[in-house]
C-alpha cells in the first residue's frame, strides 16, 4: 500500500469552505430577489401616485425605489454569476476528491470517443475509456483541449526536445492547486452552456480575410440615415408637420435594415458561433494573464494572449459587443433601436473594427487554452498520488528500464502494492499462479512508460528510461466477422511487433499469457519462436506466462531470459496474495484451489 497524498487534507478544507458559501449565496439570492421585487412594486406605486395624485415627495421616493430597482437588478445579476462560480468549484473539488476514491469511476467523460480500432495499446493499457486514465485525470472541457490530451495519451505528440519544459510546467501547476481549481471550474461553466458553440466557424470567420469586410456605404448610412430620422423627430415635435413624416421614416430605416441584414448577420457571425461562451472564455483567459507563473512553457502560453491586441483584449472587446447584441434577443427593443440608430449596421461596424484588429492573432488562442488543460491534467496525478518523476534519455543503441517502489494510478492507494524490477533489452518472464499480479504488473510498467512520456509525474518514487516504442498484447479479441480467431489476433499482434524490430530502434514488448488461445505443445514452440525473435538489445521482451517451460528460454545472442514470478500464500487455509514481484521462476500453482473457492468439489 502506498502513502495516501496528503493534498487530500486540502481538498476536504475547500469542499467544505465552498459549501458553504454557497449556502450562503443562496441565502442572498432570496433576500435581493425580495428587495428586487418590492423596489420595483412599491416604487412603481409611489411613482404613480405622485403623478396622478401630484404628490411630489411620493413621486420622489418612487424615483428612487425605482433605481434602487436597478440596482437590485445588477447586483441579482452578480450573486447569479458568483453562484454559478461556486457551484462550479464545488463541482471541481468534488472531482478532486473522488480521485481519493474508487468515486472518479463514476466521472461520465471517458474519452472512449478517442479509442481508434486499431490502437491496442490505450485498450490494453486502459489509457482512454472506462476506467481509464484518462477518465481519472482529465479536467480539459473544450473540445480541442479534450483532442489534445487524448493524442498526449496516445503519445501522439512526443518529443523528448521538449519533456524537460513540460515537466517544469507540470510540476509549477501541481503547487497552483487554487489556480487549477478556478481554471477548471471556468471549464465546466463552458462546456455545461446550453448554447452550442462552434469554435471553428468563429476561427475561420477569424482567418478568412474576405468576412467581416462592410460595404463603405453602410459606414456613410448608419450615420446619415439615424441623424436624418433624429432631426425629423425634433422637428415634429417643434411643430414645423406632423408626426406621420417621422413615422414613415422610422418604418424605411426599419426596411433597409431588414433588405440588408444578410450583410450584416454576414459580419457579426461571430456571436451565433460563440454566443454566451465568450464569458467563460474570458475567465480562463483572465486566470490565465493574472496568474504568476516561472516556468518557460506557460510563459509562452501567457505571451500570446497579453498586450494591446492580446486574447484578453480581444474577449473583453467582443464581450462588450455581444452586450448590444443581445438586445436583438428582445424584439420590441431591438425595432425601437433599428428605426432609430440602424443598431445592427453599428454592431456589425465594430464587430468589424474587432476582426482587423483582433481576428488573426486570436486563432491560436483557443490552442493556448487546450495546453493549459492539458498541461493541468497532466498534473492532476501529482496531486492525488504520491508521485517522483521520471530520468527519459536518449539511447537508441539499446533498451533500458528501472523503477523503484513503481505501482498503478489506476488502482486505490489504500489496496495498490509498490515494485521494483530492472529491465533491459532481451526477454524477462513472469510466471506466477492465478491472480497473483502478473498481468497488473505488465499494466504498471506500459502505463507508467506513458506517464513519463507524456510529461506527467510517475507513481514510483524512482523511474529511468529511454524512449522506447510501446507495443502491448494483453486484451486479444476474435474477429468474428472477419474470421480472425484470438490466437490468429495475437499472432497479427507479435508480427507487427517484429515487423517494427526491424527499424532498429528501441521498443518494449509486453505480452500477456502468450498464445493462451491454443494447446499447450503449439504455444510453447510458438512462444519461443516469437520470444526469440523479438528479444534483443533493442527490445525488451516482458512476457507473463504459466509456462515454466519459456523460464530457459534464450535470444538469438544466447542470452538467457530473466525469470520473475508472484506467489500466493495461504492464510487458515486461506488463499491470499501479497502482489509482490520475486526473483526467478514460480514453483507453485494454485487452479485446484481457486476452483475450490469457486464452489468446485475438486
Not at 462550479?88 to 474508487?102: A, C, P, Q, W
Not at 504459466?546 to 528460454?553: G, K
Amino acid at each position: 500500500m502506498v502513502k495516501m497524498n496528503n493534498n487530500k487534507k486540502f481538498y476536504n478544507e475547500k469542499f467544505n469552505i465552498y459549501s458553504e458559501e454557497e449556502q450562503l449565496l443562496e441565502k442572498k439570492f432570496s433576500h435581493i430577489s425580495t428587495l428586487r421585487i418590492f423596489s420595483f412594486l412599491l416604487g412603481l406605486a409611489l411613482l404613480l401616485i405622485g403623478i396622478f395624485d401630484d404628490l411630489v415627495i411620493a413621486g420622489i421616493f418612487g424615483v428612487l425605489l425605482l433605481a434602487a430597482f436597478l440596482l437590485f437588478v445588477r447586483i441579482h445579476g452578480e450573486v447569479v454569476k458568483k453562484q454559478e462560480e461556486t457551484k462550479s468549484k464545488l463541482k471541481t473539488v468534488g472531482r478532486y476528491n473522488d480521485r481519493f476514491s474508487e468515486q472518479w469511476r463514476n466521472f461520465s467523460d471517458t474519452g472512449k470517443e478517442f479509442l481508434e480500432d486499431d490502437d491496442t495499446v490505450s485498450r490494453d493499457i486502459d489509457l482512454l475509456g472506462k476506467d481509464s486514465l484518462f477518465q481519472l485525470i482529465n479536467v480539459c472541457h473544450t473540445e480541442k483541449g479534450r483532442r489534445l490530451f487524448a493524442d498526449n495519451l496516445k503519445l501522439k505528440n512526443f518529443d523528448l526536445s521538449k519533456l524537460k519544459k513540460k515537466n517544469d510546467a507540470v510540476a509549477e501547476l501541481m503547487e497552483k492547486k487554487e489556480f487549477a481549481i478556478a481554471f477548471e471550474s471556468a471549464g465546466i461553466r463552458l462546456s455545461e452552456n446550453k448554447h452550442k458553440q462552434d469554435i471553428d466557424r468563429f476561427l475561420n470567420y477569424c482567418d478568412d480575410d474576405k468576412t467581416g469586410v462592410l460595404p463603405a456605404w453602410i459606414e456613410v448610412a448608419k450615420f446619415v440615415f439615424p441623424m436624418i430620422e433624429i432631426a425629423l423627430i425634433v422637428l415634429s415635435v417643434l411643430g414645423f408637420f406632423n408626426y406621420g413624416i417621422p413615422l414613415a421614416g422610422f418604418i424605411a430605416i426599419l426596411a433597409l435594415a431588414g433588405f440588408t441584414s444578410g450583410i450584416t448577420e454576414n459580419t457579426i457571425v461571430p456571436f451565433y458561433s460563440m454566443g454566451p461562451a465568450i464569458e467563460e472564455y474570458e475567465d480562463m483567459l483572465l486566470l490565465l494573464e493574472n496568474e504568476k507563473f516561472e516556468s518557460a512553457l506557460i510563459t509562452e502560453l501567457k505571451e500570446h494572449i497579453s498586450g494591446e491586441c492580446g486574447a484578453v483584449n480581444a474577449f473583453k472587446s467582443l464581450k462588450k459587443i455581444s452586450q448590444a447584441y443581445n438586445i436583438s434577443y428582445n424584439p420590441f427593443l431591438h425595432i425601437i433601436f433599428t428605426g432609430l440608430f440602424l443598431w445592427d449596421y453599428h454592431i456589425a461596424h465594430f464587430t468589424s473594427k474587432w476582426k482587423k484588429r483582433f481576428g488573426e492573432n486570436l486563432v491560436r488562442t483557443f490552442d493556448v487554452i487546450a495546453e493549459t488543460e492539458n498541461l493541468l491534467s497532466l498534473s492532476v496525478l501529482g496531486c492525488i498520488r504520491e508521485t517522483g518523476w521520471a530520468g527519459i534519455y536518449e539511447d537508441n543503441k539499446k533498451a533500458g528500464f528501472e523503477a523503484d517502489e513503481m505501482f498503478h494510478p489506476l488502482i486505490n492507494p489504500e489496496k495498490v502494492v509498490e515494485n521494483s524490477i530492472k529491465l533491459s533489452g532481451g526477454a524477462t518472464i513472469i510466471t506466477g499462479s492465478n491472480m497473483s499480479g502478473k498481468t497488473t504488473f505488465l499494466r504498471t510498467v506500459a502505463v507508467n512508460l506513458v506517464l513519463a512520456y507524456m510529461g506527467a509525474p510517475v507513481c514510483a518514487k524512482k523511474f529511468k528510461a529511454n524512449y522506447m516504442k510501446i507495443f502491448t498484447s494483453m486484451r486479444v479479441m476474435d474477429d468474428v466477422a472477419n474470421g480472425i480467431s484470438t490466437f490468429y489476433a495475437e499472432i497479427l499482434r507479435i508480427k507487427a511487433m517484429a515487423k517494427f524490430k526491424e527499424k532498429d530502434i528501441p521498443m518494449i514488448c509486453l505480452i500477456d499469457e502468450i498464445f493462451k488461445g491454443t494447446n499447450s505443445a503449439d504455444r510453447i514452440v510458438g512462444a519461443r519462436e516469437a520470444i526469440t525473435r523479438l528479444a534483443g538489445e533493442k527490445c525488451i521482451t516482458l512476457v507473463s506466462t504459466h509456462d515454466f517451460e519459456l523460464c530457459d528460454i534464450e535470444d538469438k545472442d544466447k542470452n538467457r531470459a530473466d525469470n520473475y514470478h508472484f506467489e500466493e500464500y495461504y492464510d487458515n487455509d486461506e488463499l491470499k496474495f501479497d502482489y509482490k514481484i520475486r526473483s526467478g521462476k514460480c514453483t507453485t500453482t494454485n487452479a485446484l484451489a481457486i476452483l475450490r473457492l469457486a464452489g468446485f468439489e475438486v
